[in-house]
């Protein structure tokens, strides 16, 4: 459905790509929900990750679950983007 409202779209694994810095003007996260090692988990790590890619004034929207919205999460958010709105 996305191929038929914007021009063009990558759909890839995370992992198989290199994306320019400011690439994308929108970015649809959906992590796995996982531990990443050392304590960390994946939610925060590929926010930070991706978060570069990002235009500035582009639209995030981040899926993870209710109970994975950490301090260190919604402080990053918080810190790098405006109009944060969270939904259940």
């Not at 304590?39 to 590929?46: A, F, K, N, Q, V």
């Not at 930070?48 to 993870?64: A, D, E, H, N, V």
Request: contains cysteine; charged residues 20%; negative net charge.
């Amino acid at each position: 459905q996305c191929t038929t409202q914007v021009t063009k779209t990558l759909r890839s694994d995370a992992h198989c790509c290199e994306v320019s810095r400011e690439a994308f003007s929108a970015l649809f996260l959906n992590p796995p929900y996982d531990y990443a090692g050392q304590g960390e988990r994946t939610e925060l790590l590929w926010l930070k990750r991706w978060t570069p890619m990002l235009q500035p004034g582009g639209l995030l929207i981040y899926i993870i679950p209710e109970h994975q919205y950490t301090e260190q999460v919604l402080y990053y958010l918080s810190s790098y983007y405006r109009d944060v709105t969270l939904y259940r």
